[in-house]
């Protein structure tokens, strides 16, 4: 199957067609600026969860330990951001536009796919070490 494992394609399929859905049905649905802002922030949300889970499903790093804490950090430091500014957002005033494109590139980064082709290629590379 090349350079990544059976279980690392399964995972990159999916990440993919999650990817592909948020864009196709979300970002860029004509209905976009009819959904309201809070679930907007619901939906990129469950996305991030959805992807950080199914990485850490399929990213089992058994002997590159650091590997695994690596992707937690990573994507926990993202999610804290982008919740604090989701909450300060939702509780206290309306961010500005600036913070608003900040939250949303790290949502963006999060759930696209290169993460985690780099983390999946990272292992198979230090694997034969």
């Known amino acids: 199957m090349g350079i990544l494992k059976r279980g690392l394609w399964l995972g ?24 309201p802002r809070k679930l907007r922030h619901l939906i990129k949300f469950s996305s991030l969860i959805g992807v950080y889970l199914l990485g850490t499903y399929h990213l089992r790093f058994e002997k590159q330990r650091w590997m695994g804490a690596l992707w937690h950090i990573v994507h926990i430091s993202g999610i804290s951001f982008v919740l604090s500014m989701g909450a300060f957002d939702w509780l206290v005033h309306p961010t500005s536009q600036a913070v608003r494109l900040l939250a949303h590139q ?16 990272l292992e198979k590379y230090l694997k034969k070490k």
């Not at 990159?12 to 209905?31: D, G, H, N, R, S």
């Not at 999060?110 to 999946?120: D, E, K, Q, R």
């Open 106 to 121: 790290i949502n963006e980064f999060l759930i696209s796919p290169v993460l985690f082709v780099a983390m999946g290629l």
């Open 12 to 35: 990159l399929l999916q990440l993919m067609v999650i990817y592909t859905a948020m864009y196709l049905f979300f970002y860029e649905a004509p209905y976009f600026a009819d959904i």
